[in-house]
């Protein structure tokens, strides 16, 4: 049975109702910020907006006080939801790293087998322009992807955030670029509800002092929801209200709180700047995009794909066999021989030495240097001034040396080269 998106999902991510919403791996916050809004609200509604229904005679004024609480909780509720169960702007992962992006380092080689072999190797980083300006974007591993500009790995959610602000663990989710307009509202909201909150629990603190003639602290002792109300509410505005602040900063200068705590000491340009104006319409007059991830949709089985250009050479069969002593006995008189030999520039001189050593020279090693100076018209990339030796044998494989390595200019391309297209 044909599994969805969803349900074999890499990032840790919670889906409910069939994977139309997403939320964080700490959702169960969630409650936590629920109940620390609507509890407050409920007291307010019972103890306080209540008793203030017939406080305004006119039009029943006192009755708009419990519906603007009622209504304004609703519209902070929503937008919570509107944060905390969407996709924050999650870039789907890869399944195979990016081959336009390989290149042959030559510098770089892994002993597979008692050889050494050569390795494709991907770049840490590269440069995008962002409005006229390099910037240096970085390679996740993760997620097998270059990321694009303001892009970061939440380590909670295990995803790549476009515009990644943070992860708020009140909502239970990274804050990135489809959710961040919403994020602000719901904090900006939450102020605003705080205030309002406060300003009723101390209006009908004054109402009861009125009817009363009496004190403060007796108007108090006859409400102490609204004495709570109160406190909770000021403790409250420390923190939404703090944040919201620091957001509208943060808008106006068009930064994330990842980029400002993490660049703060840089004093780097800030190449996404367009001015104040410019910036507040980009949060809050832009189309929120498409998510990139339709978590509903069936997975597509991928063909198998071939294997990237040989990384690893496999072991050739004279390799395998024998006993490894004589092998390297042999490696090192050859490579002796080959010393001398590469040194004379006279054909003839070499024939005539390699026909002098055949008694000392074991015939399958007169095979393989027959072979290796049969192959120099082959090798038209590597050359030197001076023929010294550019043959070394090393755990059964031909190398070149670094001497010749040094005397010649060797480019690095995308491209593979074989060991053998090399010999």
């Keep these: 049975m044909a599994k969805r998106v969803y349900e074999v999902w890499k990032g840790s991510n919670k889906f409910i109702l069939g994977g139309r919403f997403i939320f964080g791996p700490d959702a169960r916050s969630l409650l936590v910020t629920l109940l620390l809004i609507i509890v407050p609200i409920i007291i307010f509604c019972v103890f306080v907006a209540r008793h203030l229904r017939h406080e305004f005679p006119s039009y029943n004024a006192g009755y708009a006080i419990l519906v603007v609480a009622i209504v304004f909780t609703i519209y902070v509720l929503m937008l919570l939801f509107l944060t905390s169960a969407r996709d924050p702007g999650i870039i789907p992962r890869n399944l195979h790293p990016p081959e336009e992006e390989f290149r042959y380092d030559s510098s770089v080689s892994v002993d597979v087998g008692g050889r050494q072999t050569p390795s494709f190797q991907l770049p840490r980083t590269k440069e995008v322009m962002v409005n006229g300006l390099p910037v240096r974007v970085k390679y996740c591993d993760t997620c097998m992807l270059y ?10 959610c295990n995803n790549c955030v476009e515009r990644f602000d943070h992860h708020c663990p009140w909502v239970g989710q990274c804050i990135g670029l489809r959710n961040y307009r919403f994020f602000f509202l719901f904090v900006s909201s939450s102020t605003l509800l705080c205030i309002y909150v406060f300003s009723i629990s101390a209006l009908y603190i004054k109402v009861l002092m009125d009817d009363d003639h009496g004190t403060v602290w007796k108007a108090m002792k006859e409400s102490p929801a609204s004495v709570i109300l109160m406190a909770y509410c000021f403790i409250s505005l420390w923190f939404v209200g703090g944040l919201t602040g620091f957001h ?62 040989a990384i690893i050479r496999n072991p050739e069969p004279d390799d395998l066999g024998g006993d490894p002593r004589t092998k390297v006995e042999d490696d090192l008189d050859i490579g002796e021989d080959l ?4 040194q004379r520039r006279n054909i003839e001189e070499i024939d005539e030495d390699i026909r002098s050593r055949g008694s000392n020279v074991p015939p399958h090693n007169i095979l393989e240097t027959d072979s290796v100076l049969g192959s120099d018209h082959r090798a038209p990339t590597i050359r030197s001034d001076v023929r010294h030796s550019s043959w070394g044998r090393r755990s059964g494989s031909w190398e070149i040396s670094s001497e010749v390595l040094a005397n010649t200019n060797v480019t690095e391309g995308r491209s593979h080269v074989s060991p053998k297209e090399a010999r």
């Design 248 to 309: 509208l900063y943060l808008i106006g200068t068009n930064q994330t709180t990842y980029e400002n705590f993490r660049y703060r000491a840089d004093s780097r340009i800030n190449v996404h700047n367009r001015g104040s104006l410019n910036n507040f319409l980009e949060v809050f007059c832009s189309k929120v995009k498409p998510s990139k991830n339709n978590f509903r949709a069936f997975v597509q089985e991928e063909a198998q794909r071939p294997p990237p250009p």
């Design 339 to 342: 010393l001398k030999i590469s």
């Design 147 to 156: 990321r694009p500009p303001r892009c970061s790995h939440c380590s909670i």
